[in-house]
């Protein structure tokens, strides 16, 4: 495994996490207000976008190694 592809999975691993916990605590601030509820939904919308798009990177990357 070269040191991109390390690099990208551990990013990739760290993001994961980073916006799990930042879309959960949203949501969790989320049943209090209905505008903690907006932001929450704003949040996810963003981790997803982020995830696909990282995901998109890593198939790039494989598929340039191959």
Same mark, same amino acid.
């Given at each position: 495994?070269?040191?991109?592809? &390390?690099?990208?999975?551990?990013?990739? #691993? $760290?993001?994961?996490?980073? @916006? +799990?916990?930042?879309?959960?605590? &949203?949501?969790?601030?989320?049943?209090? #207000? $209905?505008?903690?509820?907006? @932001? +929450?939904?704003?949040?996810?919308?963003?981790?997803?976008?982020?995830?696909?798009? $990282?995901?998109?990177?890593?198939?790039?990357?494989?598929?340039?190694?191959?």
């Amino acid at each position: 495994m070269s040191n991109r592809s &390390a690099y990208l999975q551990t990013m990739i #691993a $760290l993001a994961s996490a980073a @916006f +799990g916990v930042v879309a959960a605590l &949203a949501w969790n601030s989320a049943i209090t #207000a $209905l505008v903690r509820q907006i @932001f +929450g939904i704003i949040i996810t919308i963003v981790a997803v976008i982020v995830m696909v798009n $990282l995901g998109k990177m890593a198939e790039r990357s494989g598929e340039a190694k191959a």
